[in-house]
């Protein structure tokens, strides 16, 4: 079977992942999603810098879903700074079979994005009176 990559790249807030998980949800069990957040968050806890823990794991996930699904979607960040490796990785993987969209928003409409109980944590009002982007923390308040 030949899997088809679809890499969804962008800011914090920008819709990546509630886009990758509505396609997901449309495609079902023929398609994977590998969301950045999940594997470095929630599986491994680590920071987001070059060569964390959770870029082994995601590309292991990759190479495991090619060829078993026909589509598999990769989402997150992935500054090149960061994750150029990761990226050369999958388009490589994918030579002929790949989609890339980066979600190019400005910092007003990445705060848009983001869930009114979140942004106060996310992006404090000392931060965004700056104009300048810097994540604090990404927990989130129960409901």
Known sequence: MES???????NSGSGKTTIARAVQHIFGEKAVLISQD?????????????????????????????????????EGIYSREKYQDFLDFLIQLF???NLVYYFDLSFEET?????????????PRR?????????????????
Not at 44 to 64: H, Q, R, T, W
Not at 128 to 137: F, K, P, S, T, W
């Open 4 to 10: 088809i990559l679809i890499l969804l790249r962008g």
């Open 38 to 74: 999940v594997f470095r968050r929630e599986i491994f806890c680590v920071k987001d810098s070059p060569n964390n823990l959770a870029i082994g794991l995601m590309k292991e996930a990759v190479l495991y879903a090619k060829g078993k699904v026909p589509l598999v979607l990769v």
């Open 95 to 97: 030579p002929e079979s």
């Open 111 to 123: 705060v848009k994005g983001i869930r009114p109980e979140c942004s106060e944590t996310i992006f």
């Open 127 to 143: 931060t965004c009176a700056n104009g300048g982007l810097r994540v604090i923390c990404f927990s989130r308040r129960s409901p």
